[in-house]
């Protein structure tokens, strides 16, 4: 049984406070990066685009950081991404990019997510999800894995509060320790 963080990125671990996508100017500055990121984490971020590995490396928060790592010290509890980050990308992704801040080996999946053209083909073919939204993607995620998971907390800068009452925590413009300490209390409740 696991104790579950979904994760949101911005407005979580990246302050929309922060400059995006101004640290890369040239190729030279990128392959410069994913030579020091290779050696420093050994993971090959060249098979990834740069902005994004830019925006991982750059833009997150190390307070915030800081703060979500005292979460999984105090609860034990391990990382499922729920941010818009993870779409489009494959899962080892989100892992990956994590790792830089010491917070991969923690991940152990994203939620289901479908692209609005998915959606409607599942429609069209009179396929019914009971979820939509961030919020229902995360308790699509809890269904498939409930005999797996103890207790859980959404940290998110949108408000999910009203499908997920009593295990989800907003944060603006980051994750601060006051509401680190909400999802310390949530998760050992």
Known sequence: MNKIIFLDM????????????KHLRNDEEVKELYENLEKKFGVDY??????DVGAAYYDV?????EEL?????????????SSDWRTYRPPEMMKDLLTM???????????????IDEREEEAVKG???????????????IRIHQDEIENYVAIDDIN???D??????????????????????????
């Open 10 to 21: 911005d407005g979580v671990l990246v302050p929309f406070t922060q400059k995006r996508f």
């Open 46 to 51: 060249t098979k990834y685009d740069k902005y």
């Open 61 to 65: 928060d190390e307070s915030a950081v």
């Open 69 to 81: 790592k005292r979460i999984i010290d105090s609860t034990g509890a391990k990382i499922v991404v």
């Open 101 to 115: 801040h010491g917070l991969g080996k923690y991940v152990i999946g994203i939620t289901p997510w479908k692209s």
């Open 127 to 141: 396929i019914e999800r009971s979820y939509s939204g961030r919020s229902g993607e995360i308790l699509e995620y």
């Open 160 to 162: 999910l509060s009203d």
């Open 164 to 189: 997920l009452e009593g295990h989800f925590v907003w944060t603006s413009p980051k994750l601060t320790k006051k509401e680190a300490d909400k999802c310390i209390k949530i998760l050992n409740g």
